[in-house]
């Protein structure tokens, strides 16, 4: 069944079966096919993705040597309990993943199926391994929706209102947003580490450094808009950790997988983590995550202590290994780099446009164009990013935004030079039609946004 009809049935029985809790609105969008950066609906129109579905298809939809991976696997075995026997295709995914991350020295691998429960498998290790409880955290963060995930999460009060008490013992520091310094102290270009003296305040006031098992912290700060800190900043975060026995974890879920031109965030900064957390894009969207860490941390929990019973399935294994292939064969880290500098040089053209354009930040293909009603105030436009992102999908172009007013530019790495520069001219047209009064108010009835 083909059609308008089709599509409004299918979003009635979403509304009226599916639990709230699972969707964010934005548009009404049922996603029939998909090929490389081009997303089909039911009714047949096409959209030029730059959303990726949050970072996840890194490779694009559908990659043919993704499909037949899956395709290949699925003929000889569907499913192996890593708790009972070994499959080939995990040991072979475990050896890639030892290889394209960071640091050196005998690294072990745990699985699971999605980030969130990695960020758990985080926090589990890390208590194991030093014997300490406290974890910390940063303000405006998202790892995910386990209990564990959520309580290291900061970014809004739905995700945790009426929930009780989270995990405990953990602790949320600023992160460092030079744009919008939380400390007051900094702007865009001078960092005056406001927020590493709130840190090392924390060992003045609270508990001691041999109290704390780790600081879990994303790279790239995502959900909060695209937020890359200073060097410096992450320079001495690490150095502390390492000069006090704290594990310092990289919550890749959301910039590894060449996201940002390099296999993890953290190499932006030059510097080897305890712990990798990744997730997302590992599998090309299906249900795989997995933990990374040096030598002899791992050796500090045993069975059953991060196992789940479909975890490191040789489906989703295969399709790992044929997107870890895809991202080395097709030079994809390389072509991030250079075309994320021209993404963001041609929308940085838009900050002398509009004064309602802020700041266009971030590395690779994870960049946030920041809408404000005004410059002096800062103060967030909601509205106008919402009328932003419908209009582009009014013209065929995918894409959301997040932290109230950040467009979220996220294609998959595999996108071409027409797909790019057509949904960059559209971006830009929306931009000045929603800017110029030409976007309806009566879209944000169905646009609410995350």
């Given at each position: 069944m083909n059609g308008r009809n089709s599509t409004e049935s299918i979003m009635e029985k979403d509304s009226r079966l599916l639990s709230r809790s699972v969707r964010i609105p934005f548009f009404p969008l049922v996603a029939r096919t998909g090929q490389g950066a081009i997303l089909e609906d039911l009714e047949g129109e096409k959209y030029i993705d730059f959303l990726s579905f949050g970072a996840i298809s890194n490779v694009g939809?559908?990659?043919?040597?993704?499909?037949?991976?899956?395709?290949?696997?699925?003929?000889?075995?569907?499913?192996?309990?890593?708790?009972?026997?070994?499959?080939?295709?995990?040991?072979?995914?475990?050896?890639?993943?030892?290889?394209?991350?960071?640091?050196?020295?005998?690294?072990?691998?745990?699985?699971?199926?999605?980030?969130?429960?990695?960020?758990?498998?985080?926090?589990?290790?890390?208590?194991?391994?030093?014997?300490?409880?406290?974890?910390?955290?940063?303000?405006?963060?998202?790892?995910?929706?386990?209990?564990?995930?959520?309580?290291?999460?900061?970014?809004?009060?739905?995700?945790?209102?009426?929930?009780?008490?989270?995990?405990?013992?953990?602790?949320?520091?600023?992160?460092?947003?030079?744009?919008?310094?939380?400390?007051?102290?900094?702007?865009?270009?001078?960092?005056?580490?406001?927020?590493?003296?709130?840190?090392?305040?924390?060992?003045?006031?609270?508990?001691?450094?041999?109290?704390?098992?780790?600081?879990?912290?994303?790279?790239?700060?995502?959900?909060?808009?695209?937020?890359?800190?200073?060097?410096?900043?992450?320079?001495?975060?690490?150095?502390?950790?390492?000069?006090?026995?704290?594990?310092?974890?990289?919550?890749?879920?959301?910039?590894?997988?060449?996201?940002?031109?390099?296999w993890f965030g953290i190499e932006n900064f030059n510097l080897e983590p305890d712990i990798i957390v990744v997730g997302k894009a590992l599998a090309s969207g299906m249900p795989l995550s997995a933990l990374v860490a040096r030598g002899g941390i791992f050796d500090a929990w045993s069975s059953p202590g991060h196992v789940f019973s479909t975890s490191g399935n040789p489906v989703c294994c295969a399709a790992a290994i044929a997107t870890i292939n895809v991202i080395r064969r097709e030079g994809l880290l390389e072509k991030t780099i250079e075309t994320g500098r021209y993404i963001k040089e041609r929308l940085d053209t838009l900050t002398t446009k509009y004064q309602q354009v802020s700041q266009v930040r971030g590395l690779g293909f994870m960049i946030g164009v920041e809408l404000v009603k005004d410059r002096a105030s800062q103060e967030r436009a909601r509205d106008l990013a919402a009328k932003i992102v419908w209009r582009c999908y009014e013209r065929g172009l995918y894409l959301t935004f997040f932290s109230g007013s950040v467009l979220r530019i996220c294609p998959p790495l595999v996108i071409n030079w027409q797909e790019l520069d057509q949904g960059l001219s559209i971006l830009e047209e929306a931009i000045g039609d929603a800017i110029s009064g030409r976007v309806p108010d009566s879209v944000l009835e169905t646009v609410k946004g995350w």
């Open positions: 939809h559908n990659h043919p040597a993704v499909v037949e991976a899956i395709k290949a696997q699925a003929e000889t075995l569907i499913h192996c309990n890593p708790a009972y026997a070994f499959n080939e295709r995990l040991t072979e995914l475990t050896e890639e993943l030892v290889a394209i991350t960071p640091g050196t020295g005998n690294k072990k691998v745990a699985y699971g199926l999605s980030g969130a429960d990695a960020n758990d498998g985080a926090i589990k290790a890390a208590r194991a391994y030093t014997g300490r409880q406290k974890i910390i955290a940063f303000l405006r963060s998202y790892h995910g929706n386990t209990y564990g995930a959520m309580s290291l999460s900061a970014v809004s009060l739905p995700m945790r209102y009426n929930f009780g008490p989270g995990v405990p013992e953990i602790y949320h520091i600023p992160y460092p947003d030079c744009h919008r310094c939380p400390m007051g102290h900094c702007n865009d270009q001078e960092c005056q580490m406001a927020c590493y003296r709130y840190f090392l305040g924390l060992f003045e006031t609270l508990f001691a450094p041999d109290e704390v098992a780790a600081v879990i912290m994303e790279p790239i700060q995502g959900d909060a808009g695209i937020i890359i800190p200073p060097q410096d900043y992450m320079k001495n975060i690490y150095d502390f950790c390492k000069n006090n026995g704290i594990l310092f974890v990289s919550e890749e879920v959301q910039t590894g997988m060449g996201r940002t031109g390099r």
